[in-house]
């Protein structure tokens, strides 16, 4: 089983600002199956990042996606107020077919 | 346009079975490699992945949970159903029923339902 750790569990920044969140695996896996989601508060979680590095249909630009092994990070260039919101890191595969990393939080500074 | 809708009881007591409803559309869970699933968000295990079904009726769940959960889907193939038995405060939180995209080498899900929040409570 693969276990998601996110990192920071909280980040302050200001718009205009650049984000990097981490999600770190366990141990390592072959395979590029991590996506990422960003979720607002009563709305519908949302794809940003498939397969590493992938960005989803109407995903800005200012969204990345890169890593490989055990270390997986999401940067976001340049902050827009929009963007402030919890974001998941996810894996497939394993016996827990779908797992998820706890969440990091991105908040105003 | 895929769009998912989740309904269901918003309160159950402890030792009662959930049972949710996931009204779809914009897809077809006839069509090779399409999935339904359900993911929950519950204050002590964040996002959980709960189970899937796929086109050809195959059914997955999470291990922990294996023995608590159904998924089935109707045969108008518009609905998918969860339930699970034995409700438990610990399992109050928001449910997501989620479509994971046809092509085999597509791991994620590319469309979420807005959630329904269920409390256990006595």
């Known amino acids: 089983e693969i276990v998601l750790t996110q990192s920071p569990g909280t980040l302050s920044l200001s718009p205009g600002e650049r984000a990097t969140l981490s999600c770190r695996a366990s141990?390592?896996?072959?395979?590029?199956?991590i996506a990422w989601y960003q979720h607002k508060p009563g709305q519908a979680p949302s794809l940003l990042i498939y397969?590493?590095?992938s960005r989803a249909a109407g995903t800005p630009a200012r969204f990345s996606g890169s890593g490989s092994g055990t270390d997986f990070t999401l940067t976001i260039s340049r902050l827009e107020p929009e963007d402030f919101a919890v974001y998941y890191c996810?894996?497939?595969?394993?016996?827990?077919?779908?797992?998820f990393g706890q969440g990091t939080k991105l908040e105003v500074k | 346009q895929i769009t998912l809708k989740e309904s269901g009881p918003t309160l159950v007591k402890p030792t009662q079975t959930l049972t949710l409803t996931c009204t779809f559309s914009?897809?077809?869970?006839?069509?090779?490699?399409?999935?339904v699933g359900w993911v929950r968000q519950t204050p002590g295990k964040a996002m959980e992945w709960l189970a899937l079904?796929?086109?050809?009726?195959?059914?997955r769940y999470t291990p922990s949970l294996k023995n608590r959960l159904t998924i089935t889907k109707d045969t108008s193939e518009t609905q998918v159903v969860l339930r699970m038995t034995n409700m438990d405060p610990v399992d109050t939180g928001a449910y997501y029923c989620?479509?994971?995209?046809?092509?085999?080498?597509?791991?994620?899900?590319?469309?979420w339902g807005q959630g329904t929040l269920v409390a256990v409570s006595s």
């Open positions: 989620v479509h994971r995209p046809a092509v085999a080498t597509l791991k994620h899900f590319d469309y």
């Open positions: 914009g897809f077809s869970l006839s069509t090779p490699g399409v999935g």
């Open positions: 079904i796929y086109w050809d009726d195959d059914k």
């Open positions: 141990h390592s896996f072959r395979n590029s199956y």
């Open positions: 397969d590493t590095s």
């Open positions: 996810q894996h497939y595969g394993g016996s827990i077919l779908y797992s």
